[in-house]
Each structure stands twice: as C-alpha cells, then as structure tokens.
C-alpha cells in the first residue's frame, strides 16, 4: 500500500509543477516617473517571484491574464480567487506580490510614494516579458481588465452588539469631544442609524442633507481625488465647489442637460 501513495503523490507533484510555474524576475527600481520614460538605467534591482499556472484543459497555447492586487497586497481569497476563475474559463494567469506595493504599504512620504509608481509600472513591464518568452503562452492582443469581487454583509454586523461597538469607538473620541465642547459648543456627534423597519433606499434626516453635498461635490473633477497638497487648499476648492452650486440654483441656466446619445 505505502508504495502505491508515494507514486500516487509523486504523480500529483508532476502535474501541480507542470500546471505552475514560479520564476525569478528582475525587475528595476526608479527614482520617478522621469528616470523611467527616458529609459536610464535604474537606481537598484529588484527581484519579484512571479507564478504562472496553467488551464487544466490541456492546448498547445493558451490565452493569459496578468492579475495585478491592490496596495493592499496579494490575497489568495481576492486575487487567487479571480485567477482560479480565469483558469476554468480556459486562460493562464500570472501572478506576484508587488515590492512597489508593499512600499507603499509601510508609508516614507512624498519620496517613497515617488519611486514606488514607476517602480510598480516596471514590474508590470517585467510580468509582459515573461508572457511574451513563455512558450505556453499566446500574446495576440493586449487588453485591461478591472474586478473585484463583493462579500456579503455579514449577520453580526446587523446585532445590537456592533451598533454598541461603533457607539463605543465614537464615545473614545474624548479629543475631539473636548475640541467640540470649547470650539463648537452645541455640537454634538451622534450616530445616525436607519429607521426600524425600514427597507430600500431611505434618507435619514441630517444624514442625508450630509451625503448629498458630498455627492455634489463629489461631481467636480478637482474633487474626484485629494489633488492638493495643503488642507487650505482643499477647503477653498469645496468653497467655490460650493459657490457653483449655489449660483446654478439661483439662476438655473437655460441650456439643455448634456446627455450621451442612447445606444441604438
């Protein structure tokens, strides 16, 4: 019996490797985007582990996909996730663990965050090569894939004991309660919940008032990311964001609403 497990474990071994493959890829790292595009030799090496994992369906050549992760890092739930769907749909998948990223993750300013961008964007470079030397591998076309997968909300989450939860770490706020009571005297933080019962879209009185000028503002371009350097700035582009608003509803204007052309 025990001679018949090692050769049955030994034919798994055989087809986990011939269906992954894990390389060493080198990869440069770069001061900015600048040392990047001129194509100077860069600051330091790096080496990424890159893997590449084949269909089960065997073919002589196979579509593949680079699954790229979030700052957040590699997560076999996230991104193993997606590329073991790609392998079923019958495309190879690579995957690796961004050092650019994991830089960005630990923080260092302006500089890191600076070097970190291009540096990623080489590693991608590097993933490119690797596909295009692969044997297995047909490159007939480049194209960008964005996903994401959504969990469902978990039960606790809706319990009296998580809304005791997030009504405890508001009362923690003893800093900022004590900034309110001698700079905003009246104000006061509370936690606005949904009415019992309630189903759908609802707007919660003040709350609403709240999301919707965030939404508002949220529809200037200067607001769709935190493009400013200082909060003063920031704070004088809400006000005219604002001012814009204020003017349109005082004198609506005439023009018709741009609309995109509805799809034949």
Not at 48 to 62: C, G, K, Q, W
Not at 129 to 138: G, S
Not at 204 to 226: C, F, I, P
């Amino acid at each position: 019996m025990r001679p018949y497990l090692i050769i049955a474990l030994a034919l798994l071994a055989l087809a986990v490797s011939a269906s992954a493959q894990t390389v060493m890829v080198q990869s440069g790292r770069y001061v900015d985007f600048r040392q990047l595009l001129s194509r100077e030799a860069p600051t330091d090496q790096v080496i990424t582990s890159m893997t590449v994992r084949l269909p089960d369906e065997a073919r002589d050549r196979y579509p593949a996909v680079v699954i790229v992760h979030t700052i957040a890092g590699y997560q076999e739930a996230n991104e193993g996730w997606h590329a073991e769907q790609f392998r079923k749909a019958g495309f190879a998948t690579l995957t690796y663990s961004s050092e650019a990223a994991q830089r960005l993750r630990e923080g260092g300013g302006d500089s890191v965050a600076r070097s970190a961008w291009p540096s990623a964007v080489a590693e991608a470079y590097a993933a490119f090569r690797l596909l295009a030397d692969h044997p297995r591998i047909e490159l007939l076309r480049y194209k960008g894939l964005i996903c994401w997968r959504h969990w469902p909300v978990e039960p606790w989450l809706h319990t009296a004991k998580a809304k005791a939860r997030v009504e405890q770490s508001w009362r923690g706020c003893e800093a900022l309660n004590a900034w309110l009571a001698k700079k905003r005297p009246g104000w006061r933080i509370e936690v606005k919940a949904r009415p019992e019962g309630s189903t759908g879209f609802t707007p919660v009185r003040k709350r609403w008032v709240v999301e919707r000028t965030n939404a508002w503002n949220g529809r200037a371009r200067r607001h769709s990311k935190d493009y400013e350097r200082k909060p003063e700035s920031a704070a004088a582009m809400i006000q005219l964001s604002n001012l814009h608003l204020m003017l349109r509803k005082l004198a609506p204007s005439t023009q018709r609403e741009f609309r995109y052309a509805a799809a034949a």
